[in-house]
């Protein structure tokens, strides 16, 4: 089974600085190494074959991250703004890289989403997840239909899934515990603590 997911990465981190010295968000340091690949760790564990990032600033940086030999075995590919167009006009610019269900994750935060329950209990796609605060823990389970849908090129996902759930095809899944998101350099701070105590994510984050 191939499982597919887009991370939206293209982020200008500018909550972040000065702790992100002109990198992108992705790019960002944990225990000596970047968010990104902490999280693509996570995701190749999980059972991903296939990442699509949808890069914008600092683009061509993020993919010179990924040009050095990496233990990873996942098949990483690229998408890359021109200009901003929000977390949802990102997907719908790349859907010709997408299959018809695929995942969508945001790039600044790791998820205690067990993803074979979520497909399981969610079906064929246009779902989320929540975090217990019920905040938005930016993992969507979605179909390429629903963005096909928008006839404007520069949308957010929220507004995806307030369309989605207007009609009535949106399902929520509940997590059972947090999520680390490094949105701004508190945050980073107390995930790089998290994850300085544990030794790794797995144990933060289960």
Known sequence: MTRFAAILAGGQATRLEPVSRGQPKALARIRGKAFIDWQLERLERAGFNHIH?????????????????????????YSIESEPLGTGGAVKNALAHLPEVFWVLNGDTFSTVNFQKMELICGGGNALAVAPDGRDAGVYLLRKSVFENFAVQKFAMQDVLDRIERENLLTRYPLQSGFLDIGTPERLAQAQILIQESGNTSSVLN
Not at 53 to 77: N, P, Y
Request: no cysteine; aromatic share 4%.
């Open 53 to 77: 990032l949808l890069l914008g600033h600092l683009a061509q940086r993020v993919v010179e991250h990924f040009s050095v030999k990496s233990q990873l075995k996942l098949r990483i590919t």
